[in-house]
C-alpha cells in the first residue's frame, strides 16, 4: 500500500481539487484507492459523494485508533455508482482541528501510520488531503506517508511556500520517517496565457528542478464543476473536462511509478 499526503502550507491553492482528480485517476485506472479527509474543512469528502450520517470519522480515528473506530470511519464513495470499483473515503470532520496543534507527541504523530496499517491489506493507495498548514494534522499525515506532493500556483508567494514544504519534508525525514519523500511539486491553476505564470513557473523549475512535475495543470471550471456534482473528474462530459482528465492520469503515472502500485490490466475505463 503507498500512501502519499496531497500538501500545502497556504490555502487556496486547490490541494482538495487535486486530490479529488488524482482518485479520479486512480479509479479509472482501477486501483483499490482510500482517500483520508484530513483536512477540517472536509471538502473532499463531500466530493467523493458520502453520506455521513451515523458514521465515525477522522476525528475519532485520531483519538483512538482501534480497529473498530477505523472501519466505521470509512465509507464507500458514491463514485461506485458511475462505473464498478474500490474507492473509499475516510470521512473528514471540522473537530479534526482540534489534534492540530503545534507541538503534537509523538505518540500523536504516528496515530495515522497505526490507523491505515489496519486497512493495509485492502488499497494499494492511500490519497491523504492534509490541512492547510505545518501543524499536527500534516505531520501526523507525512508519518504515515511514502511520498508528499506539495501543490502550488505559479504566483508571487509560491516558491517559497514550495521551498518551505520540501524544507519541512526533509525534516520530517530525518527525524520522524526515514521513508518519507517529496513525490514533486505539482502546480495547479495555472493560465498558459499568463506572462506572469509562465515566469514563476520557470522561476519553480530553476530552483527545484526535476521535482516540478509534468504536467502543470491548467485552471479549468470542469474540475470544480465535477467536484460540486460529487463526481468524478474522468466521467464529466466535455472537452476540457477531458484534457484535465489526461493530465491527471499522468500525474498518477508518477507516483504509479514511485510506489510500484500495482495496475489491474483491464482497470474500469471511466473515459
Not at 508567494?157 to 520517517?177: K, M, P, Q, T
Not at 514563476?200 to 523549475?205: H, P, T, V, Y
Not at 502543470?216 to 464529466?236: C, D, F, I, N
Amino acid at each position: 500500500m503507498h500512501v502519499l499526503s496531497v500538501s500545502s502550507l497556504k490555502g487556496g491553492v486547490g490541494k482538495t481539487t487535486v486530490t479529488l482528480g488524482l482518485a479520479s485517476a486512480a479509479f479509472a485506472r482501477g486501483i483499490r484507492t482510500l482517500v483520508v479527509d484530513l483536512d477540517p474543512q472536509s471538502d473532499v469528502s463531500t466530493g467523493l459523494d458520502v453520506s455521513t450520517a451515523g458514521r465515525l470519522n477522522v476525528a475519532d480515528v485520531l483519538e483512538n485508533p482501534k480497529e473498530k473506530t477505523v472501519r466505521q470511519a470509512i465509507a464507500s464513495s458514491g463514485w461506485t455508482k458511475v462505473h464498478p470499483g474500490k474507492i473509499d473515503i475516510m470521512l473528514g470532520s471540522p473537530s479534526a482541528i482540534n489534534y492540530d496543534g503545534p507541538h503534537p507527541s509523538v505518540r500523536d504523530v504516528w496515530k495515522m501510520e497505526e490507523a491505515l496499517a489496519l486497512v493495509e491489506d485492502e488499497y494499494d493507495l492511500v490519497l491523504i488531503d492534509c490541512a492547510p498548514s505545518l501543524n499536527a494534522l500534516t505531520r501526523t499525515a507525512w508519518a504515515a506517508s511514502d511520498r508528499v506532493a506539495v501543490v502550488t500556483e505559479p504566483g508571487l508567494f509560491s516558491v517559497a511556500a514550495a521551498d518551505r514544504a520540501l524544507r519541512a519534508i526533509e525534516e520530517i525525514r530525518r527525524g520522524l520517517s526515514s521513508r518519507l519523500q517529496p513525490l514533486g511539486i505539482i502546480v495547479n491553476r495555472v493560465r498558459p496565457q499568463s506572462v506572469e505564470h509562465q515566469f514563476r513557473i520557470k522561476e519553480l523549475r530553476d530552483m527545484f528542478g526535476e521535482l516540478v512535475l509534468e504536467p502543470q495543470l491548467p485552471e479549468r471550471t470542469s474540475l470544480q464543476q465535477a467536484q460540486g456534482a460529487a463526481k468524478p473528474l474522468h466521467v464529466w462530459p466535455g472537452e476540457s473536462a477531458q484534457e484535465l482528465a489526461t493530465d491527471f492520469d499522468q500525474l498518477l503515472d508518477h507516483i504509479v511509478d514511485a510506489g510500484n502500485i500495482p495496475v489491474p490490466e483491464e482497470g474500469p475505463q471511466a473515459h
